[in-house]
């Protein structure tokens, strides 16, 4: 199977983290530009399976980093994971309820991506954000 285009990855990686955050727990995360932009800047470089996706960027063009994976994607459709805006909080959610997590994962077109791997990416964008700019299940 040929590589994915620069639309794929950043589509599988916007998938990858929505679920990746139900994983940890995560009900929403902020809409803060500033915020998120840091906190991607500062831990896409160190995620161990950055290098599956190389049209995904760290850096400040938004036709490359955070603001083409993190996004009001609610109308997505046969999606493993998505993202909708509400006010000022991005919520996460999976397009099928009734599917594990695992099994949502199975949409993705990367494979080679685990839950562990995407739960860690979203761990570490968590870590540079403030606790006001999370909010957690339950």
Same mark, same amino acid.
């Given at each position: 199977?040929?590589?994915?285009?620069?639309?794929?990855?950043?589509?599988?990686?916007?998938?990858?983290?929505?679920?990746?955050?139900?994983?940890?727990?995560?009900?929403?995360?902020?809409?803060?530009?500033?915020?998120?932009?840091?906190?991607?800047?500062?831990?896409?470089?160190?995620?161990?399976?950055?290098?599956?996706?190389?049209?995904?960027?760290?850096?400040?063009?938004?036709?490359?980093?955070?603001?083409?994976?993190?996004?009001?994607?609610?109308?997505?459709?046969?999606?493993?994971?998505?993202?909708?805006?509400?006010?000022?909080?991005?919520?996460?959610?999976?397009?099928? *309820?009734?599917? =594990? +997590? %695992? @099994?949502?994962?199975? &949409?993705? $077109?990367? *494979?080679?991506? =685990? +839950? %562990? @791997?995407?739960?860690? &990416?979203? $761990?570490?964008?968590?870590?540079? +954000?403030?606790?006001d700019e999370v909010v957690y299940a339950g």
């Amino acid at each position: 199977m040929p590589g994915l285009n620069k639309d794929q990855q950043i589509k599988t990686v916007g998938e990858g983290l929505a679920i990746g955050f139900l994983n940890l727990g995560v009900r929403a995360i902020t809409t803060n530009k500033l915020a998120v932009e840091h906190a991607w800047r500062m831990q896409w470089r160190d995620w161990s399976k950055r290098s599956t996706f190389p049209s995904v960027k760290a850096d400040l063009d938004i036709n490359h980093g955070y603001g083409q994976v993190i996004h009001d994607s609610d109308r997505r459709m046969n999606t493993a994971g998505a993202f909708k805006r509400e006010g000022q909080w991005f919520y996460p959610y999976r397009w099928d *309820k009734t599917w =594990s +997590l %695992e @099994e949502c994962l199975t &949409l993705c $077109r990367e *494979k080679s991506v =685990s +839950l %562990e @791997e995407w739960t860690d &990416l979203a $761990r570490l964008l968590v870590e540079e +954000l403030k606790d006001d700019e999370v909010v957690y299940a339950g």
